[in-house]
Every structure is written in structure tokens, then in C-alpha cells.
T-cell receptor, first 111, second 108 residues
């Protein structure tokens, strides 16, 4: 069966510090991978998606970047965090246009 | 651009039926899906409609009208565990756009 891992579960970082969040998927090959951010009480904002190794599409210009070094690994990074980067970061995967499978998420607080 | 509208909050009693509406405007459209999210958790998939009509999965049903850019999620025989946020999402060629969510409060 397919599983998706994200770590860490929670993170508190100072403004201006770097960020690296990792997501890995097991049990599937060549999935589409996604990074979302959810502010408290809000919907999910699509940040990046990838249809293959090294292929990254950015939805929202910001100080975040993403990379896909391996088929089932997706990394979200920042060189310098802003207060507005706080939120619940969710990684997801799918194979088509219907169901997306979400990881457990990382709750990031930037102070 | 993409925009989805759904009510921010709905309250219903246990055992009742509730309908959560979603209207959308999108430059491309493959289908409409629904997700449930409990406080502190990740969203989980409920249903997907690519064609007009009603899809039924147990106590949950979802409807789509492509000509009206409209869909709804119908929850029957409400249970306390159905208290959660519900999101509609449109898919557009590998991209998914979510509404801001409807918080459902189920009361005894």
C-alpha cells in the first residue's frame, strides 16, 4: 500500500533562518507531487507541483523553492523565512485528476 | 485565475441531512472533488465528480453540474464524528485548487 511521510511534524524557526521540509512517498512510482500551505482556518494554497524528477512548477511567487531529486522525494526550502511563512505545510501525491493523498503535515511557526 | 466559493460554516443536528454547496470559476476544469479535514489533521479524500450527476458513497453523496459551475456535498444521517471542515477542489490538468472550506458543526 502507498504511504507518504513528512517530517518534522512541528517546527519553530526564527525569522531569517533557512528551512528544509522533506516528503517521501512509498508504494507508487512516478507520482505527481504537491506542496500546499494552509493558514489557520483557511483553505489549501497550492505552492508547487512536480510531474517528474527535476520538474517543478511554481504556483505562487514567494521566497520558497522546491526540488525533486528522486522520483518519490519532494523537498520544500527557503533561504530566509518570513513571519508570513508560518502555516501548516502539506505534501500530497496523486496519479491522475481525482484523488489526492496527503501526508500528515508540518506545522511551522516563524517567530 | 481560479476561485471557489463555499459557505464558511454550517450547523446541523445529529441524524439530520446537510448540503454543502460549492461554486467555482476556473480557466480549465477536469473535475470537482471533496475532502474532509478534522482539526489538526490532514485532508482526506471523500469523492470526485468528473461528469454531471450524483455520486454516492455510503452516507456521503456529491453532485456536479458543469454547465452551472456548481457542485455540492450531501451528508446524510449525520454523526458527531462528521464535525470537521469540508473542502471542495477543482482539478485542472495536474493542478488542484481548493475552496476556503466549510466548518460543519454537528450538535447532539
Amino acid at each position: 500500500s502507498q504511504t507518504i511521510h513528512q517530517w518534522p511534524a512541528t517546527l519553530v524557526q526564527p525569522v531569517g533562518s533557512p528551512l528544509s521540509l522533506e516528503c517521501t512517498v512509498e508504494g507508487t512510482s512516478n507520482p505527481n507531487l504537491y506542496w500546499y500551505r494552509q493558514a489557520a482556518g483557511r483553505g489549501l494554497q497550492l505552492l508547487f507541483y512536480s510531474v517528474g524528477i527535476g520538474q517543478i512548477s511554481s504556483e505562487v511567487p514567494q521566497n520558497l523553492s522546491a526540488s525533486r531529486p528522486q522520483d518519490r522525494q519532494f523537498i520544500l526550502s527557503s533561504k530566509k523565512l518570513l513571519l508570513s511563512d508560518s502555516g501548516f505545510y502539506l505534501c500530497a501525491w496523486n496519479l491522475g485528476q481525482d484523488e489526492q493523498f496527503f501526508g500528515p503535515g508540518t506545522r511551522l511557526t516563524v517567530l | 485565475g481560479q476561485s471557489l466559493e463555499q459557505p464558511s460554516e454550517v450547523t446541523a443536528v445529529e441524524g439530520a441531512i446537510v448540503q454543502i454547496n460549492c461554486t467555482y470559476q476556473t480557466s480549465g476544469f477536469y473535475g470537482l472533488s471533496w475532502y474532509q479535514q478534522h482539526d489538526g489533521g490532514a485532508p482526506t479524500f471523500l469523492s470526485y465528480n468528473a461528469l454531471d450527476g450524483l455520486e454516492e458513497t455510503g452516507r456521503f453523496s456529491s453532485f456536479l453540474s458543469r454547465s452551472d459551475s456548481y457542485g455540492y456535498l450531501l451528508l446524510q444521517e449525520l454523526q458527531m464524528k462528521d464535525s470537521a471542515s469540508y473542502f471542495c477542489a477543482v482539478s485542472n490538468f495536474n493542478k488542484f485548487y481548493f475552496g476556503s472550506g466549510t466548518k460543519l458543526n454537528v450538535k447532539p
